[in-house]
């Protein structure tokens, strides 16, 4: 009797894919980050955070990526024994990113050490199209094809939804938003990979983000030379209610001038759950559409993602 498939997903979006194709009960490993769907808390660790500090601050967690990133290395560090109890059949990890996430030569390596037989798989897609590609990759490597298909299908349909109500509010003269999305906020990045395409599908125009590539580092003053109608904060890894509690807390670091950009005066600040509906390449990059469609237009779109997915934030005096 052949054995099911046990799979170890080194990537909050994989955990998220894995559950989405129906496969939940084949997954035998996760991050510490893999936080959705929430019966995913019952599946065994693999990784931890070097140097994780309870509610740190992002100028905290972007001192730890610096010296990362000087060191050549990843932040998160992988359990060879928890891996080696797991005996995985499939590995989803990536390469995309080489610090904030596990690295597919470190996971190859941690492979041969433990003389295992596990296939690895390196998912680093940068648009949503490879999104959706990356869905089928999944399906067809655990042995889920027909659900890789229904699932993309369901995708596709959603986006195709919003994006004709969309284009009929062009059509009837509702003008592009003009916005500036940021994936970081000490210091400001702005947005990268497929964020800028998911403010274009729902209506939008990110003013500084660069569709295809990595986020990078701006400035406030870059921010004011574009003048957004609105300012989306979706830091990575970070909800709605922290994002908007960092973005307090980050007062003193910002230009006194802020206030006077359009988008502050006429309290146009959003606070959006970067880390469900931004940061992952998974699934609900969809539903990020529709919530960014709820806040170009509100009028058309409603109740499109839960209420807590995005608040309005204010610049403090």
């Known amino acids: 009797m052949l054995r099911a498939m046990r799979i170890v997903s080194l990537l909050p979006s994989a955990t998220e894919i894995v559950y989405a194709l129906g496969l939940g009960d084949e997954l035998v490993g996760r991050t510490h980050e893999c936080d959705f769907p929430t019966e995913v808390a019952d599946v065994p660790v693999m990784t931890s955070d070097l140097g994780a500090q309870p509610n740190a601050t992002s100028r905290e967690i972007n001192d730890r990526v610096a010296q990362s990133i000087h060191g050549g290395s990843s932040i998160y560090t992988l359990d060879l024994d928890a891996l080696a109890a797991a005996d995985p059949d499939l590995i989803l990890t990536q390469e995309l990113c080489s610090v904030c996430a596990v690295s597919y030569r470190e996971v190859s390596d941690a492979v041969r050490r433990l003389d295992s037989d596990a296939t690895v798989i390196s998912l680093e897609p940068t648009s949503i199209e490879g999104i959706l590609n990356t869905i089928s990759t999944v399906g067809a490597m655990a042995e889920a094809e027909d659900e890789a298909v229904g699932l993309v299908e369901i995708l596709r349909e959603r986006l195709a939804r919003i994006e004709n109500r969309v284009l009929e509010r062009r059509l009837a003269g509702i003008a592009a938003h003009r916005v500036v999305c940021l994936e970081w906020l000490d210091p400001p990045f702005a947005s990268g990979h497929w964020v800028p395409e998911q403010v274009r599908r729902a209506g939008g125009w990110d003013l ?107 610049v403090p005096a």
């Open 208 to 314: 500084l983000g660069a569709m295809g590539q990595p986020a990078r580092e701006t400035t406030w003053m870059d921010v004011r030379d574009v003048e957004p109608e609105q300012l989306l904060l979706m830091p990575c890894g970070f909800d709605a209610p922290r994002t908007a509690d960092e973005w307090r807390r980050g007062h003193a670091t910002r230009p006194e001038w802020l206030e006077s950009l359009a988008a502050v005066r006429s309290g146009e600040v959003y606070a959006l759950n970067g880390s469900a509906y931004f940061s992952r390449p998974g699934p609900r990059v969809v539903d990020g559409i529709a919530l960014l469609a709820e806040l170009f237009d509100p009028g058309e779109f409603r109740d499109e993602v839960p209420a807590d997915a995005w608040l309005p934030v204010e």
